[in-house]
């Protein structure tokens, strides 16, 4: 009668074979370094356990699963059920109006998300719009009367803007 050695991993025991593992460690600390990935197929007994006074009964390669599992993959994806359209929450834009006076209003408190539009209401002196501190990348176009920039406002946060064109006109936002 031959004996097989067998080796051990953490989860299991198998037959040792060459073609799978690189060393000959019996029993060893250190865990076996397959060559390729498998799964053993061990019986089973009447009480759910593993009967390790058998052989496993087939030993599966993981390529092999992968191609049987892929059918049916494929078989599920072409059964979906309608997907109903995400319902978004309609985008509210607030307005600050650009004056001789200033930004009105001067102090805005907006919702994250929402958007911003200033409006140049100023007859004859343009406005340029600049975010400063964390709101540094936000700089509009040069405005004339009437003209708009928008800007969206994804962060929480207290965020502080400049008219560069008129000296010491400074708007905040607050979004919540």
């Not at 865990?31 to 593993?50: R, S």
């Amino acid at each position: 009668m031959t004996s097989q050695i067998v080796s051990a991993s953490s989860l299991f025991f198998a037959p040792f074979n060459p073609n799978i593992y690189s060393n000959k460690l019996v029993f060893s600390m250190t865990p076996q370094i397959p060559k390729i990935q498998f799964i053993p197929q061990f019986n089973v007994n009447t009480h759910g356990l593993i009967d390790l006074s058998k052989r496993p009964t087939k030993i599966i390669e993981q390529r092999d699963i992968i191609t049987e599992i892929q059918p049916l993959v494929s078989e599920l994806i072409t059964e979906q059920k309608e997907i109903l359209p995400l319902i978004e929450k309609p985008q509210t834009t607030k307005t600050i109006l650009i004056t001789h006076e200033g930004f009105k209003p001067q102090t805005l408190n907006i919702h994250q998300g929402e958007t911003v539009q200033w409006i140049n209401k100023r007859p004859q002196t343009k406005s340029l719009v600049y975010g400063v501190r964390s709101l540094s990348n936000m700089r509009s176009p040069m405005l004339e009367q009437d003209q708009t920039f928008t800007w969206d406002f994804n962060s929480k946060g207290t965020f502080v803007y400049v008219d560069s064109v008129v000296i010491g006109r400074i708007g905040k936002i607050i979004v919540e």
